[in-house]
């Protein structure tokens, strides 16, 4: 048996066994209660979504199966946004009609710029041995400030039609296309986390990080790369953000989109101790939490007492752990 599966809490499979089911029963009793539950447009509209906090999710998963946290995602989708806005404005004002050329520069900007604050947390970590907690809340504050300070608070429009209603709401087999490239991060992520030797590694930091030394990983280096993947992929939903609305807006993500990508990598069973989960959990998670606040939305309640039951859901999949980790005989 291997190191990484001779540590996995029992409520880890608890969890993985009951969050199909749990989303079963809910669209089960969502389509007998609303009937608009599972109308194509409403359908589509949880696919969308789903597909936006699966990728924040994968990425923040990396990091907390690391034994790490990063609280500054939220602030890097809606960075990314504004970068991404103002970058092709400033492109179409030199390649004017070069649409695909715009394009390109805009959304390299916006992975650039979840790329420099990805790398930025994970040097801090690695090198400086701050907490990943006390940097990423640094870092989600700066983050936000510069957002702000680039648009003002004001939306950010300017970008090219082939981007915002041949991509951000264009279709292919009747899909929106965040499905397909959520679907496409998390077969990569499948891959890299069982094929490859920093999947292995990062498992093995998050779950003994001094047995992992002693084995010659290099620690610095790992965690740099999960902090630095975090904010690849919560920049890309930013992209993915702008291009459906049609313009950059710095009060995208926010807390919210931090605090859902958490609660899908816990409920989906990533522990908070590290060393444990599966990515392809944590995007079924993603899925469960956005039907749940579809369903919310459509049950007419309270959007400010919506935040309660995430709440109470995290604190039940951590108990579940805790539970599943104590009844667990010791060897």
Not at 249 to 264: E, K, N
Request: a positive charge; one cysteine or more.
């Amino acid at each position: 048996m291997s190191a990484i599966a001779a540590r996995r809490p029992g409520g880890l499979t608890l969890r993985i066994g009951m969050l199909p089911i749990a989303l079963l029963l809910l669209v089960v009793a969502m389509s007998l209660v609303s009937p608009q539950f599972y109308g194509p447009a409403n359908v589509l509209n949880i696919l969308r979504n789903a597909s936006f906090l699966t990728i924040v999710a994968l990425g923040q998963a990396i990091v907390i199966i690391a034994g790490g946290f990063d609280l500054s995602v939220g602030a890097v989708v809606a960075l990314a946004s504004v970068v991404t806005a103002k970058v092709m404005g400033w492109a179409a004002g030199i390649l004017p009609g070069n649409d695909a050329a715009i394009i390109a520069i805009g959304v390299a900007a916006g992975l650039g710029s979840g790329l420099v604050v990805g790398l930025v947390n994970g040097l801090c970590v690695s090198r400086l041995k701050v907490s990943g907690f006390v940097v990423t809340l640094g870092t989600m504050s700066a983050t936000a400030g510069v957002g702000l300070m680039i648009t003002s608070g004001i939306p950010v429009y300017g970008m090219p039609d082939g981007f915002v209603k041949g991509f951000g709401r264009g279709q292919a087999f009747g899909l929106p296309y965040a499905v397909f490239i959520a679907l496409a991060v998390l077969l990569v992520m499948v891959f890299v986390q069982r094929r490859t030797l920093f999947g292995r590694y990062v498992h093995a930091i998050g779950g003994n990080p001094d047995a992992a030394v002693v084995s010659g990983v290099s620690i610095g280096r790992h965690v740099v790369g999960t902090y630095a993947l975090s904010g690849v992929f919560a920049a890309g939903a930013g992209i993915l953000y702008t291009a459906l609305v049609g313009s950059g807006q710095a009060s995208f993500g926010g807390d919210r989109m931090m605090l859902q990508s958490i609660a899908a990598a816990v409920i989906g069973g990533v522990s908070l101790r590290g060393g444990v989960g599966r990515v392809e959990i944590v995007a079924l998670s993603a899925l469960f939490l956005t039907t749940l606040g579809n369903a919310l939305n459509l049950l007419h309640v309270d959007a400010r007492l919506q935040p309660v039951f995430l709440g109470l859901i995290m604190v039940a999949a951590v108990a579940v752990e805790e539970l599943g980790r104590r009844r667990k005989p010791r060897v």
